[in-house]
Every structure is written in structure tokens, then in C-alpha cells.
């Protein structure tokens, strides 16, 4: 775990917001120089605090207006089983996220598609014949907002 300062914070919080801030940017808002903060950011990049910057896409305005939620259960536990699972969910365009958790399910997935008719179409063909697939539970997103991190 790395020590983190409130300045640290700070510049944290801001590229959350937005990722496309430059060091120039960030420094402004948090009261340094630009050199300053990229080495901050630098440090913060090396000890494994930021892992990347993406570009946050609105799913529905670009004509996938269903977001669903997956339960599954594999019929079979066996590490084969889980790999062979996952390699086969990977190459699903429409799996945005995969998660393999601990409880009732084996892994939860976030798919989108254009309406429910796709989405059952993605289900059918795509999902209920992965490797292992045992049961299936769905939750159809209704809506989202996004909370700020614990920083």
C-alpha cells in the first residue's frame, strides 16, 4: 500500500473525474507546478496507484441501450473448467466486464445490447453455450449513477 497525502488525494480525485486532464491541468487545480506533478503522477503510476486512464463511453448513445447483469453458475468447479470459461466470455464483444466472485454466483457479468431482443439473442447463442455454463440469473439495469471513489 502506498502513503498517500492529501495533495496525492487530490490529484487522484481529479483524474477520476476526468483522465484526459494534463500535468499542466492537474497542477492548476491542485495548486503545483506542472514538473511537479508529473512526478507525482510518475510515483503514483510506479507504486501501482493509477493502472491506466480510459475514456468513458455512454453505452446508449452509441446504440446499446440494454444493460444487464449476469449471474453464473458453472455446473462444473474444476480449474479447466474456470479457464476454459473465461477464455470463451473474453471473446464475447458484448461482455463488457467479468468478475469472478465468491458466494452465490461464480461470475457476474455486465453485458449491453441494442434492446431486450439482442440481448436474448446474446443470452441464447452466445452466453448459454459457454463452456460449463450451468445456471443463469439476470438483473436488467434500470438505471446508474456513479458515487465518487473512497478518496
Given amino acids: 500500500?502506498?502513503?498517500?497525502?492529501?495533495?496525492?488525494?487530490?490529484?487522484?480525485?481529479?483524474?477520476?473525474?476526468?483522465?484526459?486532464?494534463?500535468?499542466?491541468?492537474?497542477?492548476?487545480?491542485?495548486?503545483?507546478?506542472?514538473?511537479?506533478?508529473?512526478?507525482?503522477?510518475?510515483?503514483?503510476?510506479?507504486?501501482?496507484?493509477?493502472?491506466?486512464?480510459?475514456?468513458?463511453?455512454?453505452?446508449?448513445?452509441?446504440?446499446?441501450?440494454?444493460?444487464?447483469?449476469?449471474?453464473?453458475?458453472l455446473a462444473a468447479k474444476g480449474r479447466s473448467s474456470l479457464a476454459d470459461f473465461e477464455r470463451a466470455v473474453a471473446a464475447i464483444p458484448e461482455v463488457q466486464t467479468v468478475q469472478h466472485v465468491l458466494g452465490l454466483y461464480d461470475y457476474r457479468l455486465r453485458v449491453v445490447a441494442r434492446d431486450i431482443s439482442d440481448f436474448e439473442r446474446v443470452l441464447r447463442r452466445r452466453i448459454m453455450t459457454l463452456p460449463g455454463v450451468g445456471g443463469v440469473d439476470a438483473n436488467v439495469l434500470l438505471s446508474e449513477e456513479r458515487r465518487p471513489g473512497p478518496l
Fill in 1 to 73: 500500500m502506498i502513503d498517500l497525502d492529501p495533495t496525492d488525494r487530490a490529484l487522484l480525485r481529479a483524474l477520476a473525474e476526468d483522465a484526459t486532464l494534463s500535468a499542466s491541468a492537474l497542477g492548476r487545480a491542485v495548486g503545483l507546478s506542472q514538473p511537479a506533478t508529473w512526478r507525482r503522477l510518475r510515483r503514483l503510476q510506479e507504486a501501482g496507484a493509477i493502472r491506466g486512464r480510459r475514456v468513458l463511453l455512454d453505452a446508449e448513445a452509441l446504440g446499446f441501450g440494454v444493460t444487464v447483469f449476469l449471474g453464473i453458475t
